[in-house]
């Protein structure tokens, strides 16, 4: 019996066992052994974000003689955008007032005042090639919670998949388990990442109604069914209408808002309500 | 034994850490190496079953742990990885660095067909073809490359650990 235990095949036969346990632990969304696994990689996150910062500076150096000569020729472009943004922004204002009041007349109730917005850096990417996660340095700590919508300014760009105290995991909308339901021009259609389309920074548009007429161009929002986003996020915009055999099998490929190839700020947006909930709890 | 515990313990945080940040940046054909499964092929050559399957299982972790939706998926693969490819060292001139690249380059397959076919193919997003072209084959390609460096590193370390070995069996 003793030799048994001792073998070396009934070592490996046991460690395969405890991981395949494990594994199966561990898809269950927020199990303890994720957040096991996530301390572990704790140690690793203030290295990752000195070399996370020294990339940002040494990125720098290389293409400095390269950008002098585009910013002579972005400068005159942004000036004359300046211009016209200055009236814009008179516009705006007044628009702005003028929505307040309305919206007050009609009682709307502002969808992102519920959010508490945390500003985080990309300090990891994922090691593999096939999945489109990545680590911020805002963690638990900082309140992030799992499930809550990433942004930048510009878009949509993932949700909080797994947290840790320092850092969190965000899987971005163009991973290929990643789906979103989307709202085109009031037609609800699903949002999700492909993995002939992720290395090209592209989303593929499925279950589009017939009735709806797209067109490229096209502006996709998140449509806040699902209960993770918040309604009315821009994604992307229509690039390509594919058509397949039947009308059914109808797809368009999307190109977000947001370039995840110079993705480097994001904001997590913490619903506050839920918050207290889970504050209540504790208490 | 303590050193190599911390040789190998080094070797790992420093290539997690370069597979997570640097290598972003330096994609060839928007394909990424992975050093830690060249680092597990290399070892296992050289140091045998035991040592592999061990270093396959902390690199494994390692990965599982920086990214990676389940605990324990990489952990597993990369342990038998190195186990087999351990387990063959024996038969085999192992200082001739052309077979570290031929192994790399089987445990690359491997390793990246397992992967694809457990988390995305088995749930139905992608055939079984186009991968191949994709992703396996430039990073078998790319991780072959680089395990030739790597094993340069290693084949010094493993001389100083069996130098080491020798050193204390006198006493």
Not at chain 1, 22 to 37: H, K, L
Not at chain 1, 133 to 147: E, H, L
Request: glycine residues 8%.
């Amino acid at each position: 019996m003793l030799r048994l235990f001792k073998s070396k095949l009934f070592i490996l036969a046991l460690v395969t066992i405890t991981v395949l346990v494990i594994i199966g632990i561990s898809s269950r969304a927020g199990s303890a052994v994720n957040t096991v696994g996530n301390a572990l990689g704790t140690p690793l996150n203030p290295f990752q974000k000195a070399v996370a910062f020294l990339e940002s500076k040494v990125g720098g150096i290389f293409t400095y003689f390269e950008d002098m000569k585009q910013l002579k020729k972005e400068n005159d472009e942004l000036r004359a955008k300046l211009d016209e943004l200055e009236r814009d922004s008179r516009d705006l204002n007044r628009l702005r007032e003028e929505n307040k009041m309305l919206r007050e007349t009609l009682n709307l109730k502002d969808q992102f005042s519920d959010y508490e917005s945390i500003g985080g850096n990309i300090i990891a990417k994922d090691v593999g090639n096939w999945f489109n996660i990545f680590t911020i340095d805002s963690g638990t700590k900082d309140g992030v919670v799992i499930d809550s919508p990433v942004i930048t300014s510009k878009g949509l760009v993932g949700s909080v998949y797994q947290t840790g105290p320092l850092s969190s995991k965000v899987i971005s909308i163009i991973d290929v388990e990643s789906a979103v339901s989307a709202m085109v021009s009031n037609y609800i259609v699903i949002v999700r990442g492909d993995i002939t389309l992720k290395d090209q920074g592209l989303l593929r548009m499925d279950r589009i109604p017939v009735e709806l007429d797209l067109k490229v161009g096209d502006t996709v929002e998140t449509s806040g069914v699902g209960g993770i986003f918040p309604k009315g996020i821009l994604i992307g915009k229509v690039k390509e209408i594919r058509q397949g055999s039947t009308e059914l099998s109808r797809y368009a490929v999307v190109e977000p808002a947001v370039d995840f190839r110079r993705l480097r700020e994001v904001f997590v947006l913490v619903d506050k309500t839920k918050n207290i909930e889970t504050g209540n709890e504790e208490r | 034994m303590r050193r190599k515990i911390v040789a190998y313990s080094a070797c790992l945080f420093v290539l997690g850490l370069i597979q997570s940040t640097v290598l972003d940046y330096i994609k060839v054909f928007n394909v990424k190496p992975n050093l830690l499964l060249a680092f597990v092929v290399v070892t296992a050559l050289l140091r045998g079953n035991m040592e592999g399957a061990v270093i396959g299982f902390l690199s494994g972790l390692c990965l599982d742990v920086i990214s990676g939706k389940l605990i324990g998926f990489y952990t597993l693969l990369c342990m038998y990885i190195g186990l087999i490819i351990g387990s063959v060292n024996k038969r085999l001139y192992r200082e001739n660095f052309l077979i570290a690249v031929f192994f790399t380059f089987v445990a690359t397959f491997t390793y990246e067909y397992t992967v694809y076919f457990f988390s995305i193919f088995l749930k139905g997003k992608g055939d079984l073809l186009f991968p191949l072209k994709a992703v396996i084959l430039p990073e078998a390609v790319y991780n072959c490359v680089l395990s030739i460096p790597l094993f340069i590193i290693m084949l010094k370390l493993h001389y100083a650990f069996e130098d080491a070995g020798r050193a204390s069996r006198k006493y």
